[in-house]
Nanobody
Framework: QVQLQESGPGLVKPSQTLSLTCSVS??????????WAWIRQPPGKGPEWVGV???????YYSPWFKSRASISRDTSKNQFTLQLNSVTPEDTAVYYC?????????????????WGQGTLVTVSS
């Protein structure tokens, strides 16, 4: 059974880079057919799909985040990371990692099988 766990700083200053890591157990991100996704949920708003990295290392991003987001992976640690540049207070959200079963460039709850518990990132000076 796949398990995911997010980690990273809970507070980031405006204009800096948000960096989060997702540690995966129960499956290999290098060989699994899953996509490995980042999703966020700002306070009082619905979930926002950020992007994914596939088992082949290809990355796909929501148009809303493509200019600022970068997803990478460390297969030796079975981890994948999200970096979001030039953050503003509007990037304050609970950030989740998840495994995504089907290809998509948007949020579909049914495509996301297992989720991490989520980590709150606050952007504030």
């Amino acid at each position: 059974q796949v398990q995911l766990q997010e980690s990273g700083p809970g507070l980031v200053k405006p204009s800096q880079t948000l960096s989060l890591t997702c540690s995966v157990s129960g499956d290999s991100i290098a060989t699994s057919y899953y996509y490995w996704a980042w999703i966020r949920q700002p306070p009082g708003k619905g979930p926002e799909w950020v992007g994914v990295i596939g088992h082949n290392g290809y990355t796909y991003y929501s148009p809303w985040f493509k200019s600022r987001a970068s997803i990478s992976r460390d297969t030796s640690k079975n981890q994948f990371t999200l970096q979001l540049n030039s953050v503003t207070p509007e990037d304050t959200a609970v950030y989740y990692c998840a495994n995504q079963v089907y290809y998509s460039l948007a949020y579909f709850r049914g495509y996301l099988e297992r989720w991490g518990q989520g980590t709150l990132v606050t952007v504030s000076s």
